[in-house]
C-alpha cells in the first residue's frame, strides 16, 4: 500500500507564498512522474505543473513564473512552491504520482488534498 501525503496549504494573501508538500510513504519500487493538480468549487480539476521522475517540469500557463515544483527522490517528496498568489489560485490542490509498485507495473496514487486559500 503506498499513501501520499499532502502538507502546506492553508490562507494566504494576495501576493503572498506557500509551500505545498507531498510526501509517498509505503512499499514500491520507484517512483515516476509526481503531479500537483488543483480543483476549485465549481470547476474541474486541472493540472497544475508535473516533475519527471529526471527532473524535467512542466505548467500550467496561468501559474509559469509564480508556481515552482521540484522532488527530493531520497525522501519521495515532492514541493510545490507558489510564489505571487492571486485570489484565482483558490482551490484544493492535489498530489498525484506514478508509483513502481513492481517494475513492470505502474500505478496512480492521489493524495488526499490540501486546500490553498488566497484572499485579503
Known amino acids: 500500500q503506498v499513501q501520499l501525503v499532502e502538507s502546506g496549504g492553508g490562507l494566504a494573501q494576495p501576493g503572498g507564498s506557500l509551500r505545498l508538500s507531498c510526501a509517498a510513504s509505503?512499499?514500491?519500487?520507484?517512483?515516476?512522474?509526481m503531479d500537483w493538480y488543483r480543483q476549485a468549487p465549481g470547476k474541474q480539476r486541472e493540472l497544475v505543473a508535473a516533475?519527471?521522475?529526471?527532473?524535467?517540469?512542466n505548467y500550467a500557463d496561468s501559474v509559469k513564473g509564480r508556481f515552482t515544483i521540484s522532488r527530493d527522490n531520497r525522501k519521495n517528496t515532492a514541493y510545490l512552491q507558489m510564489n505571487s498568489l492571486k485570489p484565482e489560485d483558490t482551490a484544493v490542490y492535489y498530489c498525484?504520482?506514478?508509483?513502481?509498485?513492481?517494475?513492470?507495473?505502474?500505478?496512480?496514487?492521489w493524495g488526499q488534498g490540501t486546500q490553498v486559500t488566497v484572499s485579503s
Open positions: 516533475i519527471t521522475g529526471g527532473g524535467l517540469t
Open positions: 509505503g512499499s514500491f519500487f520507484s517512483i515516476n512522474a
Open positions: 498525484n504520482a506514478r508509483v513502481l509498485i513492481r517494475p513492470d507495473y505502474e500505478y496512480r496514487y
